[in-house]
């Protein structure tokens, strides 16, 4: 984990998800293979949402422990910007978020009402 200083409320990590484009979503099949995506998420019910098949290849992941992370770009600073010949004062600030939890299929039909309303928007 990063420092202290660094770390975000809960509504600074949604403000950072609900922003984003994209997430990159890791986990693990049954056997062990690992699974990396990106994604176009949303946020319904407080949690973050995609759209997958029933036969994809993300369904063997449901009940699974995942990791998903998303960054917002806040500035990219040129090294020459602060030094004429050296490179490595060249920096990028951004936020960024990393949640981790258990994926779950949403099966209540509201809820997936919800979600796929929170994708589609």
Do not use: N
Not at 41 to 54: M, S, Y
Request: with cysteine; glycine share 6%; aromatic share 4%.
């Amino acid at each position: 984990m990063r420092a202290r200083i660094f770390a975000m409320t809960r509504d600074q990590a949604l403000d950072v998800l609900a922003h984003a484009r994209t997430v990159h979503l890791a986990a693990s099949l049954p056997d062990g293979s690992p699974v990396i995506r990106t994604l176009h998420p949303a946020l319904a019910d407080g949690c973050v949402v995609f759209h997958g098949g029933r036969t994809g290849e993300k369904a063997p992941l449901a009940g699974r422990p995942a990791v998903a992370a998303a960054h917002e770009l806040l500035a990219s600073i040129p090294s020459h910007w602060t030094h004429p010949e050296r490179g490595c004062p060249a920096t990028t600030y951004y936020r960024s978020v990393q949640v981790r939890g258990v994926l779950q299929e949403v099966e209540d039909v509201h809820a997936k009402a919800r979600a796929l309303q929170a994708i589609m928007q």
